[in-house]
Structures are given as C-alpha cells and as structure tokens.
C-alpha cells in the first residue's frame, strides 16, 4: 500500500503559476503510476496528468496541453505537477492518484486504487 498527501495549493491570479507536490510513503514507490485529478464544484472528477512507472507522461486532456507537466522523483518519494499560465476555469481541489495495475490508460479514476486527501487550488480572474 501506499499513502499519498498534496500540497501547493493556494490562490494565485489568473497567468500565474503553481506547483503541487504529492508526497508518497512506501518503500515500492517507484514501481507505482500516478496521476493528477481535478474536481471543481458541481462537476465531477476530471484527469489532468499521468506519470507511468518507466517515466513515461500520458498525453495532457487540450485543457492543460502545454501548460501543466508532470514529473516524479523516486528518490524523494515525490510527484510534482507544475500549472503554469492559470486560468479560472483551473479552479479545483487537485488530487494524486496510485495505481499498480497493468494494463490500464490512467485516464479514469476507476484505474487508481490510492488517492490523497486533496488541495485547493483557486485561480481569481
């Protein structure tokens, strides 16, 4: 098993920038996926990045391509996900996601067995 906790969420005006940090326990961190989820209020969960267990990147949903990049760093037991050019329509509490599962597109939150708590993140126009 493996415990996932964000952080980096805060209020920042719209074209700024953000990184999230998830911190992860457990000594098989690396052999996990993970992914970044979104939820904004009244909607329901939306993926945002993906990060497999050999490094490689799913491609980012066109309403983060370019803007938002994930990366890990097994070392420090840690996934990052850097937003830059924020927009409103950004606005969510912003989740990480585990999996050890084979053979899934990490697009889906039914592909993820472990989730943080969560952070806000609240980008003002």
């Known amino acids: 098993q493996v415990q996932l906790v964000e952080s980096g969420g805060g209020l920042v005006q719209a074209g700024g920038s953000l990184s999230l940090s998830c911190a992860a326990s457990g000594r098989a961190f690396s052999s996990y996926g993970v992914g970044w989820f979104r939820q904004a209020p009244g909607k329901e969960r939306e993926f945002v990045a993906a990060i497999n267990w050999n490094g490689v990147r799913l491609t980012n949903p066109d309403s983060v391509k370019g803007r938002f990049t994930i990366s890990r760093d097994n070392a420090k037991n840690t996934v990052y996900l850097q937003m830059n050019s924020l927009k409103p329509e950004d606005t969510a509490v912003y989740y990480c996601?585990?999996?050890?599962?084979?053979?899934?597109?990490?697009?889906?939150?039914?592909?993820?067995?472990?989730w943080g708590q969560g952070t806000q993140v609240t980008v003002s126009s």
């Open positions: 996601a585990a999996t050890l599962r084979i053979g899934v597109l990490m697009r889906s939150v039914s592909d993820y067995d472990y």
